[in-house]
């Protein structure tokens, strides 16, 4: 059992042991039908930070990884039903990443690929160390010589993969390194069993394509069938409130409303939140995440602003997510701006009739807090008549 090379399942059982907990582990199904599968076997999801990303892949690890026995914290739920859960239960050698680790000061932005790099390698010298020479190829070209020797695949599980985009925003050349680097490690590569990545961006475009375009993408904008595990769906939060006393129709208004494709979800961590503490209120706070909200709609590309105002009245805006770039920093218009708030947990997006809101009251109030202070008196005055005529409406339609 290693750091990076077949990790335990520690981060998965302080999960399963946590006083709330929803099982999700029916979801290893579908991602035991992508193994060896040519055009299926490379995955990426986005979703919002404290949306499960990391929940999920200690899951995976805890489930693939053969350097820990994880039969007593599957036994008894959802994963066991599937047909291939026993033929892949700790079978396969994983290689799993937190990118955040390697990158969490300025310094680390030119060296932290080279540190990925030697970190693993040097955890693969245990146990495969006579079966390659490290060379200028780098984890590549190891694990290339591996694969030659034995024919031994690896289940690769990154989290955070897309932090580089947000800690070093304006550097392009670290970014495309970056890309370069997972490139190389997956693209073609005989040796991958299966390539998870999670993050809160999609994978990052140049022009039209996608510097990356192996990975099915499963995101806020399009989940695919993946959208039940985006988040707690309505059943579950009921379940939940209903164990721990809680009134649901109060987290309901607070809480939901994110949609993953057909699917309302909440999130996660604010649930729980709310379960343990018995409060509703916004549980953004306490990252002071409107500081960043600001930043956004401050830019007011296209009339930006007036759309704020639509959508805290409970109005919907119109948007099309195609053109984003799937970074922090490259605006063309306002739609890329109301993109990025999908991915990032701010809106939500009804695919159907392409239109992104607001979805819930601790959302509403993080804008709230966005649009106060100079340039915005107006505008906070223009929303509190719109909420007040709205609030009303509500009323004088109750009366009929």
Known sequence: MGLYLNPGNEAFRQAVT????????????????????????????SRPRRFGKSMAADMLTAYYSKGCNSRELFTGRKAEKGELFELHLNQHDVIRLDIQRFLFHDSHAGIFIEKIQEA??????????????????????????????LKKGFIFIIDEWDCVFRFAKERKEIQKAYLDFLRGLFKGAEYVELAYMTGILPIKKYGDHSAINIFDEYSMIDPKNLGKYFGFTQEEVMEQCRIHDTDYGKVKKWYNGYQAGEIQVYNPKSVADVLTWKKSKSYWTGTKTYEALKLYINLNFDGLK???????AGGRCKINPCKFQNDMTTFSTKDDILTLLVHLGYLTFDDSAEEAFIPNQEVT????????????????HAVEHSMSLLKSTWQWTKML
């Open 120 to 149: 693993v390698i040097r955890e693969l010298e245990s146990d495969y160390g006579n079966y390659f020479t490290a060379d200028q190829y780098g984890l590549p070209g190891v694990l290339g010589q591996i694969y030659a020797h």
């Open 306 to 312: 007036e759309n704020v105002i639509q959508m805290l």
């Open 18 to 45: 946590d006083d709330i907990y929803i099982d999700k582990t029916d979801m290893i199904q579908l991602i035991n039908l992508k193994l060896n599968k040519s055009r299926m076997k490379y995955v990426c999801v």
């Open 365 to 380: 109030q993080e804008f709230l807090n966005a649009i106060e202070g100079p340039g915005w008196n107006g505008v906070a």
